[in-house]
């Protein structure tokens, strides 16, 4: 297909086509004469992957350039561990080294990772990024207690085991690779919102949420 055909497809305009293919984010396509490159499929599956990325994802394109690099390793994206490994170094926002989190917040975070049997993982980003979140809630006023934690572990275990049973539900090690990145990007867009829709409702007057009056 020619790019204006590619543009079609995806939704994407064919100038932004060009710039994703200047930045090393997709292929260049087959240059079949002077004025011609075509494009296939497979272009049309990676500029919907880049737009997950970057659009709704809201990854800068160095980022979205890192992450896609291991979908394209073959040695690394046979490897389903390691896909996530890197997909959450890379996503996982992290502070500078002065910002890093006081050693009482990581020690509430291990307990609670403790107490939900899971493997404390001194160096990885979400640690940190956990105990981050419980030092500012300290800092604000308002400290969460064990239970708090308890319970937000136990949503993220069932939200960890739906990620891995989505992913082992693939056809083939590119879809998996693929939707381990999307999942882990667009997973905490999904999780935002379904816990502020689940706040509004929690919130409402008991009749309010069950449709009638008493």
Request: hydrophobic share 45%; aromatic share 4%; charged share 25%.
């Amino acid at each position: 297909m020619r790019i204006t055909e590619l543009a079609v497809a995806t939704g994407v305009p064919a100038a932004t086509v060009k710039y994703y293919v200047r930045e090393g984010l997709l292929p260049a396509g087959t240059r079949v004469s002077d004025n011609r490159t075509d494009y296939d499929d497979e272009h049309v599956r990676r500029v919907r992957l880049i737009r997950a990325l970057i659009d709704v994802g809201r990854l800068p394109v160095a980022r979205a350039r890192e992450v896609l690099a291991v979908l394209d390793d073959d040695v690394e994206a046979r490897h389903v561990n390691r896909v996530f490994a890197v997909a959450q170094r890379v996503l996982t926002p992290g502070p500078p080294a002065a910002d890093a989190p006081p050693a009482d917040a990581l020690a509430r975070v291990d307990r609670a990772s403790a107490d939900a049997g899971w493997c404390v993982l001194e160096g990885h980003a979400g640690r940190a990024q956990a105990a981050r979140a419980v030092d500012a809630f300290a800092r604000s006023g308002h400290p969460v207690g064990d239970d708090y934690l308890a319970r937000y572990s136990a949503a993220a275990a069932i939200q960890a085991e739906a990620d891995l049973d989505a992913v082992r539900g693939r056809p083939d090690r590119t879809a998996m690779a693929e939707l381990m990145v999307v999942g882990t990007v667009l997973g905490d867009e999904l999780a935002a919102g379904l816990r502020r829709v689940a706040q509004a409702t929690a919130s409402m007057p008991a009749r309010a949420t069950t449709g009638g009056a008493a």
